[in-house]
Nanobody, 124 residues
Framework: QVQLVESGGDLVQPGGSLRLSCAVSGLAFDRYTIAWFRQVPGKEREEVSCVSVSNKETYYKNFNKGRFTISRDDAKNTVTLRIGSLKPEDTAVYYC?????????????????WGRGTQVTVSS
């Protein structure tokens, strides 16, 4: 059974930082591209960042450049997303997703497996 389990979401003040983790089991992790998406109520789920197989490619959506860092550990089957200088508009549920491909994709329909999400709230 494939499982993706996100953790690390929290309530933080603006300007703070978080480290989100995605623990993956039940699949050949080193063959899968892993992405982080986020979603707020009433809006579509959007890609935040992605790391492809063997770290060949990392992707950050424009608004994330410089604040987000994604990394994968194939020995531990985990992907980490570090977020700095958090803003209230970063408030969302953050999901990790796995895709049986060497390449990143911004489309939610391109991903085969999803976690249940972790809530990030940025507020003073």
């Amino acid at each position: 059974q494939v499982q993706l389990v996100e953790s690390g979401g929290d309530l933080v003040q603006p300007g703070g930082s978080l480290r989100l983790s995605c623990a993956v089991s039940g699949l050949a992790f080193d063959r899968y591209t892993i992405a982080w998406f986020r979603q707020v109520p009433g809006k579509e789920r959007e890609e935040v960042s992605c790391v492809s197989v063997s770290n060949k490619e990392t992707y950050y959506k424009n608004f994330n450049k410089g604040r987000f860092t994604i990394s994968r550990d194939d020995a531990k089957n985990t992907v980490t997303l570090r977020i700095g200088s958090l803003k209230p508009e970063d408030t969302a549920v953050y999901y990790c997703a796995a895709r049986d491909s060497e390449f990143c994709s911004a489309s939610v329909y391109s991903y085969d497996y999803w976690g249940r999400g972790t809530q990030v709230t940025v507020s003073s």
